[in-house]
Nanobody, 124 residues
Framework: DVQLQASGGGLVQAGGSLRLSCVASGFTFDDHAIGWFRQAPGKEREGVSCISTGSLNTYYADSVKGRFTSSRDNADNTVYLQMNSLKPDDTAVYYC?????????????????WGKGTLVTVSS
């Protein structure tokens, strides 16, 4: 079975950093782009970033550009989201998802499997 497990969330002060991990199993990791999404209370789910196979391309939402960095380790079937300069507006449940394709040209299109989320809370 395809599984995606996000972890690494927690409580951090504004300006701080967290690193989220998404461990994948049940499929050929190298064949799929992986993305991060978030949903804040009362808001719609938002695409945060995605990374293609081979780390050839990464895409970011404008709201996180310059602060968040996605990377992947194919040896460990893991995608990371390094989040720096966190703001209270970054507070949300963060999810990772698998794309059907090796690419993710449109951040919010093409996902087929989702993991359970991890909560990030940024205090002011």
């Amino acid at each position: 079975d395809v599984q995606l497990q996000a972890s690494g969330g927690g409580l951090v002060q504004a300006g701080g950093s967290l690193r989220l991990s998404c461990v994948a199993s049940g499929f050929t990791f190298d064949d799929h782009a992986i993305g991060w999404f978030r949903q804040a209370p009362g808001k719609e789910r938002e695409g945060v970033s995605c990374i293609s196979t081979g780390s050839l391309n990464t895409y970011y939402a404008d709201s996180v550009k310059g602060r968040f960095t996605s990377s992947r380790d194919n040896a460990d079937n893991t995608v990371y989201l390094q989040m720096n300069s966190l703001k209270p507006d970054d507070t949300a449940v963060y999810y990772c998802a698998r794309y059907k394709s090796s690419h993710c040209l449109i951040l919010t299109d093409g996902m087929d499997y989702w993991g359970k989320g991890t909560l990030v809370t940024v205090s002011s």
